[in-house]
């Protein structure tokens, strides 16, 4: 009898899996928002495997051509400039980037002059080199572009520092995704367990956590999370605990309400007449039935988690540099929006804005698919 009731149960969640995804897949906005997650997480996990400039934190710092235009061009020396390589596996540089023993040197153009080299940038500086100084032996200027001059393209330009923004910009996007997720993870965690336990349970553990609820609520989320970074530090791990810790109070409240309506259903009491105790009858019956509402706040609280961690690296108070963040970003470069080089400001703002709209897609996406009036 158990079997066949778990059999009929297993039968029926696919069938509700099934009718979700058709149902989703008819909405083109949460496809598009589904299409952009993909993508940004295809992006997150293999980033230094992608991004044109693959070292750690994208940071190769080239003041000779800070502040260039998307589709900048340029050709460089390039030359061993390091004592000792990296130790690090492959595998560890998948994730942690590339180190590099070559240095770079831009230029507009390139004289040999009596064994000396005079690079031009494109500021119209002039630079005396000696190959002594390059470590490189002497050799004709044929040489060296053959041998010793790569072409770079910077497809969205530089920043100040003449760093790669499409670098930078990627490696930003795996933080807020990675953000996110650790952040909505710790969340829905503590949402589900305080909420769950409040609705069912009700009665001293019902006040005393809605009174947590209110407590939590009605406290600014960003002030919150300000408070916890200074008490805690500004660590990266301390960035997830903060925004998560503070997230959690949407889905208490969306968990309780929702376990209050599902309590008085007649399967519940159904699983409780075969002798199935109160922590069962609420983890394997009444949570799986109210995973919709869940994975909806939670697609939401994605959203404002990547919002909250881009404020607050905006604010000095998120990632801290050289690592890449898209907040970090746009504080580095919000006052190049007036100064006659605005994509420095709108390349990070456009991207925050379309990860929280992808998110935002697909959770109304799920809200409606999950919607049992169709």
Known sequence: ??????????????????????????????????????????????????????????????PEIALQPPLFNTDC???????????????ASVFTGFESEDEHIPYQSLELIEDELQVTNHYGQIRILSFADLGLQKMSLTELKTNHVI????????????????????????????VGLLAVTISVII????????GYFGGWLDQVISFLINVSWSIPTLLLVFAIVLALGRGVGIIFLAVGLTMWV?????????????KNMQ???????????????LARHILPNIVGPILVIAAANFATAILIEAGL???????????????????????????GKPFLAL??????????LAFNLIGTGLRDAFDVRD
């Open 1 to 62: 009898m158990h079997l066949s009731l778990l059999l009929s149960q297993m039968a029926n969640q696919e069938s509700l899996s099934s009718i979700v995804w058709q149902k989703l897949r008819k909405r083109g906005s949460a496809m598009l928002g589904l299409g952009l997650i993909v993508v940004s997480i295809f992006l997150a996990i293999f980033a230094y495997l992608i991004i044109p400039e693959n070292t750690p934190n994208a940071n190769r710092q080239l």
């Open 77 to 91: 020396i390039k030359y061993q400039n390091a004592a000792t390589g990296s130790d690090k596996s492959w595998l």
């Open 151 to 178: 072409n770079r393209r910077y497809w969205l330009g530089t920043d100040r520092y003449g760093r790669d923004i499409l670098s930078r910009l990627i490696l930003g996007i795996r933080v807020s995704l990675t």
């Open 191 to 198: 949402g589900i367990f305080l909420g769950s336990v409040s």
């Open 250 to 262: 949407d889905v208490a409240r969306i968990v309780r309400g929702q376990v209050l309506q599902q």
């Open 267 to 281: 399967y519940v009491e159904a699983a409780k007449s075969i002798g199935l105790r109160e922590i069962p009858v």
């Open 313 to 339: 690296s905006y604010l000095g108070f998120g990632i801290r540099p050289p690592s890449p963040s898209i907040g970090n970003m746009l504080n580095e470069q919000y006052g190049f929006a007036l100064s």
């Open 347 to 356: 390349v990070p703002a456009i991207t925050i804005m379309l990860l929280v």
